[in-house]
């Protein structure tokens, strides 16, 4: 009899994370199916997570190391490829730390992420490691940061059930996160009605029970202006503001200018229209913001973040179920890539690296010496390498020379690196242009939830990095881990937001959530309920001015662009090899 095994495991691709099943026959995953009794997706899946396993074991998994010579790829053992990326990692890192950089993979479960973290901090002595939040979600980790104290999601997904109003901005859920879509119906069924802000007439605009479309790029002036209409109708919350928050004097004055007909000229949107939308998120006794990459990927990102917690924090929509600032992640773990450190600003727990404690205490643990300086952000990073200044660049699991905007100045400055090491399960586009490939395991084989082996050849991410640091000089019993439990068991002593977390509760299947600060403390989603996150426990209004884009139209280039996502895919190295997947809708 064939014995066919499930093994639970979580969506690799959106910030959703559905609970789904691996069917595993002879050793080898065959199939997924939704895990029933998820409390995220509650048994169902959206295409990518039906048939997005499907790349799993294709043939053209990479399993040799590879260096490259004379512009070609040649195989290599493990042994060569790391003694040479261990010695020009030191080379250039005892030279100056600045000169080397790391990408983390916010696709990689948090073991692997808060390894990448320690081998830039401990083993190079830099603080210049970073993921793609920078350039989706890490608005949303200032933003929210500046003004509540955390950079979370407020409230957990099924609260939004219990909305009466949904304020749902820049955010195409239908398509980007099916699943949270779904919750989006729930709510309107439960007498929540929907508002969906898009420049695009998107699926999720098409559910909606009222559309609006707006300009671009406008988003503080639309929610300016709704400020103060909310306070010219007297429908502000004058206890919630009095008690729990400050700045609302700096706030109200700045608004002042942002008049109907003034946001409408900026925006686009009837001013009647304004009038209603904030007399209605006011008046609701719950309102709920949603928001996506529709409002973070701009430049004034932080500022479209921080508008949003101005509006929640003005009608005290904020610490109660069916309220909050509800941001929806893209990558599958883009928030644990922030939770453990793969910051240039901030270690494992948002500990802060300018704090001069923070960095001794982390300089003793780690027997580093660590400057209390932020590193190069990846933008900053990306520049550096094209201006010469940085000399070995680490990927770990992206991709950007082919998700990055301008992918002329990408390879540029790859090609301008003495080294570029690339952590792959495939040959991307950026793994075309690196100096050393690596051929690392991928979901399902690895840290929790394994289901099979890696392909002979490919190591297991943490161990890769295991090993480098301790060619590099690293002593291995600072740097040594029998398996992902043990790494994570270092993510609790240093970081106190996941103190609470032991194995035992995270191998159940109820959801924690940080901060968990104690065994006993229930974890539970909801935040900022008495108080906020910042030290004197109060929220903090931001005055902000509608900057507008700093990319317009113009002569040379008429066009107005913006992102968006496909049902189907999310990038390209996994999804395009799912066939299924491709099947719907070609790629390549
Ligand atoms: Fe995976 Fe997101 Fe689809 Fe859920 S909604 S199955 S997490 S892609």
């Not at 290599?76 to 080379?91: G, I, M, Q």
């Not at 209390?372 to 201006?387: F, I, S």
């Not at 390879?411 to 690196?417: G, I, Q, S, T, Y």
Request: charge should be negative; hydrophobic fraction near 35%; proline fraction near 5%.
């Amino acid at each position: 009899m064939v014995e066919i095994k499930y093994v639970p495991t979580i969506c690799p691709y959106c910030g959703t994370g559905c609970g789904l099943n691996f069917v595993v026959k002879d050793d080898k995953i065959v199939g997924v199916e939704p895990y029933k009794r998820h409390p995220v997706n509650e048994g169902k899946v959206c295409p990518k997570g039906n048939f997005g396993y499907e790349f799993i074991n294709r043939e053209d998994r990479l399993t040799t190391p590879l260096i490259k010579e004379n512009g070609e790829f040649r195989e290599a053992s493990w042994d060569e490829a790391l003694d040479l990326v261990a010695n020009k990692l030191k080379e250039v890192s005892d030279d100056d730390p600045n000169k080397v950089g790391f990408y983390a993979c916010a696709r990689s479960p948090n073991e692997n992420i808060y390894i990448t973290q320690k081998l830039a901090r401990v083993a190079c002595g830099t603080q210049n490691v970073d993921h793609c939040a920078r350039i989706c979600h890490g608005p949303t980790v200032a933003g929210l940061a500046t003004t509540f104290g955390s950079g979370a999601m407020t409230n957990g997904f099924d609260s939004i059930k219990e909305a009466d109003y949904i304020f749902c901005i820049g955010s195409n859920n239908m398509e980007a996160h099916p699943l949270f879509g779904r919750k989006l119906i729930q709510a309107q069924k439960n007498g929540a009605k929907l508002v969906v802000l898009d420049p695009r007439y998107t699926p999720t605009a098409k559910i909606a029970d009222e559309y609006v479309q707006f300009k671009t790029g406008t988003d503080v002036a639309l929610m300016n202006g709704m400020i103060k209409v909310i306070i010219d109708n007297d429908l502000q919350d004058d206890e919630f503001i009095k008690n729990r928050t400050k700045g609302f004097d700096e706030l109200k004055e700045t608004v002042q200018k942002y008049d109907l007909e003034t946001v409408s000229e900026i925006t686009h949107i009837a001013p009647e229209v304004i009038e209603e939308l904030a007399i209605e998120y006011a008046k609701a006794d719950k309102a709920a913001i949603v928001y996506s990459l529709g409002i973070t990927e701009h430049s004034h990102g932080a500022d479209n973040v921080m508008s949003t917690a101005n509006l929640a924090m003005l009608t005290g929509n904020i610490g109660r179920e069916g309220t909050g600032v509800n941001p929806l992640r893209g990558q599958n773990n883009v928030q644990g890539a922030c939770d453990m450190g793969a910051l240039p600003s901030d270690y494992v727990g948002y500990r802060k690296v300018a704090d001069q404690e923070t960095t001794d205490w982390f300089n003793e643990y780690y027997g580093t010496n660590l400057p209390a300086k932020p590193g190069l952000t990846l933008v900053e990073m990306m520049n550096a390498a094209h201006a010469g200044d940085l000399k070995v660049l680490y990927i770990h699991g992206e991709d950007p020379v082919l998700s990055d905007a301008d992918i002329k100045h990408t390879k540029e400055a790859l090609a301008n690196l003495d080294m570029l090491i690339v952590q792959e399960l495939f040959m991307t586009d950026t793994a075309q242009c690196a100096d050393v490939v690596l051929p690392a395991a991928g979901w399902g084989e690895q840290c929790l939830h394994k289901a099979q082996e890696p392909p002979e050849g490919a190591m297991l991410d943490w161990k890769i990095m295991e090993e480098i640091a301790v060619r590099m000089g690293v002593p291995r019993e600072k740097f040594h881990y029998e398996s992902a439990e043990e790494i994570f068991e270092e993510i609790r002593e240093c970081a106190p937001i996941f103190a609470g977390m032991n194995r035992e509760r995270l191998d159940t299947p109820e959801a924690l959530h940080w901060p968990c600060p104690s065994v006993d403390d229930p974890c539970q989603p909801l935040m900022h309920k008495d108080k906020f996150a910042h030290p004197d426990g109060l929220g903090i209004f931001q005055a902000l001015e509608h900057r507008g884009p700093v990319e317009v139209p113009d002569e040379e280039y008429p066009l107005l662009l913006t992102t968006t996502r496909v049902l189907f895919h999310y990038h390209a190295a996994m999804t395009r090899r799912c066939k299924t997947l491709d099947n719907e809708v070609k790629t390549g």
